[in-house]
């Protein structure tokens, strides 16, 4: 059967104190909507309304998935006012699945359950236990122990505050019935508000078969109202998913200080140390180390490879064996292969460095292809750019670059060359051969240094 899933995210989001639209926040790295969006994504049958209201272009332009379709709700009148606007685009045979912008952390597992619920045509509704209730809408239950309405807390009788099943506000229901009972809902309640929790009263007078189910664990239907509370659900998060890889053979220094922002794949064995940050979508093979530190961005990381304390890697390859680091700085489009080293204060760019090539200190390297078991002498700059264009450099096999070279791009060394220590290299070196710029160094005889006792000086 088909599936709609309605995404209520057109409100202001007025505590969180910010420019951004609330649902634009991000949680590990990707906006609270894109968390919703994809799970949504997950049930394979979806197409995903999304009801926007403030700044709906920004909101649109950021998320990305299958099937949105987007409606706005021009003025913010209530839950029940912001799924009637998505009414039109909701196919008449689908299951609706109700889900909210700003509460990132809903399983896919949870809301597929909830529609295989409704597959019979029942209203499916997610409650939680909590130990405090306040600012949630009550669940009613009769002696039957059946769902019968959802109270409003500004609605709430004393003896209605005390219920602890709340509603999290993400149900499940046929199309037919969301549309017939949306237009019976009015405003009079104490916040003149249209509410969506009033289908459950609705479903109710109509004798109307009504499920619950509980979430996995409470933080999956907390919603984000400021930045406090988004904090909290973001340690959550990252705690999760450390535990996750400890348990797929990955040694964490401490759980609580590494933190992923995208998707991150790793094999066994590998030590992370503390403060390591991880963007986008970054692979780990096995027995690679990662040193305090260091933040990785959209690369691959070989077998063994070690990445030393307070590096950065962005974009890059790391071949097998490598070493990198510490304070290393490798920019995108940076490929070592096997056992290479890039040492500390080294930064590469859009460089190739063949097997056990090294860059041990102090260097800059862009727009290179070096070849394998090259060795870059301390200070070595490739001159890449001329103002205007970038220019490659080729270094051969073998080949050794002295210390606080200059290699002025376009140029080649040969394999096996030698280029002398302090040289500014204009010209191709062959292979083989020795390139050498320094001026010859003269000794003065009998030279003295001016002294305190110096006869000129007094
Ligand atoms: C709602 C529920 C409450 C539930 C709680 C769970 C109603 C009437 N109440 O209350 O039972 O316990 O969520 O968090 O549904 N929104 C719109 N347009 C609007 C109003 C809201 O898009 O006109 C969106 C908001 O952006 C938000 C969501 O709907 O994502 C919930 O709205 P909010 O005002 O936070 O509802 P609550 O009062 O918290
Ligand atoms: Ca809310």
Redesign the pocket.
């Known amino acids: 059967m088909a599936t709609d899933v309605v995404i209520?995210?057109?409100?202001r989001?007025t505590r969180m104190k910010s420019r951004l639209p609330k649902v634009l926040h991000c949680l590990a790295g990707r906006p609270l909507l894109q968390h919703v969006v994809d799970a949504g994504n997950d049930l394979k049958t979806a197409r995903i309304i999304i009801?926007t209201?403030h700044e709906s272009e920004k909101v649109r332009s950021a998320i990305n998935g299958e099937a949105l379709f987007y409606v706005e709700?021009k003025q913010?009148?209530?839950?029940?006012?912001?799924v009637q606007q998505a009414v039109p685009e909701i196919r008449s045979d689908a299951t609706v699945l109700i889900l909210?912008?700003?509460?990132p952390l809903i399983q896919p597992a949870t809301i597929q359950t909830m529609v295989d619920m409704a597959a019979d045509g029942s209203l499916v509704l997610l409650t939680v236990l909590l130990g405090d209730p306040s600012?949630?809408?009550r669940i009613i239950r009769d002696q039957a122990q059946e769902v019968v309405a959802?109270v409003?807390e500004k609605d709430a009788s004393q003896q209605q505050l005390d219920i602890c099943e709340?509603?999290?506000?993400v149900m499940a229901l046929p199309a037919e019935k969301l549309k017939n009972w949306l237009p019976v809902i009015d405003n009079k309640n104490a916040q003149q508000?249209y509410?969506?929790?009033d289908l459950i009263s609705l479903a109710h007078q109509h004798h109307y078969k009504i499920k619950t189910l509980q979430p996995l664990f409470p933080q999956e239907v907390e919603?984000v109202?400021n930045r406090s509370q988004l904090s909290r659900l973001e340690r959550y998060y990252q705690r999760q998913h450390s535990e996750q890889l400890m348990l797929a053979g990955v040694t964490i220094a401490d759980p609580d200080r590494v933190d992923v922002r995208g998707k991150l794949t790793a094999g066994i064995d590998n030590y992370i140390d503390v403060n390591v940050v991880f963007e986008g979508d970054v692979q780990l093979g096995n027995n690679v180390s990662i040193g305090p530190n260091c933040l990785i961005i959209n690369s691959r990381i070989a077998d063994g490879a070690e990445i030393k304390a307070n590096s950065i890697v962005e974009g890059s390859l790391v071949g097998p064996d490598c070493v990198v680091g510490p304070f290393a700085r490798l920019r995108a489009g940076t490929e070592m292969a096997e056992s290479a080293k890039i040492g500390n204060f080294v930064e590469t760019k859009n460089s190739s460095l063949g097997k056990g090539t090294k860059i041990n200190h102090l260097s800059y390297v862009g727009d290179a292809c070096l070849g394998a078991n090259v060795n870059i002498g301390a200070g070595t700059i490739t001159c890449n750019y001329d103002g205007l264009n970038k220019h490659r450099t080729t270094i051969g096999d073998n080949a050794f670059i002295g210390s606080n070279t200059s290699l002025v791009a376009p140029v080649t060394i040969g394999k096996n060359a030698t280029v002398g220590a302090g040289s500014t290299i204009t010209c191709d070196v062959p292979d083989g051969e020795l390139g050498l710029t320094r001026a010859k160094q003269q000794n003065i005889e009998g030279w003295k240094r001016p002294g305190k006792n110096d006869e000129s000086l007094q």
């Open positions: 209520l995210a057109a409100g989001g009801v209201g709700q913010p009148l209530g839950t029940a006012h912001a909210y912008g700003d509460v600012g949630y809408g959802i409003e709340v509603n999290t506000g508000e509410y969506l929790t919603g109202n």
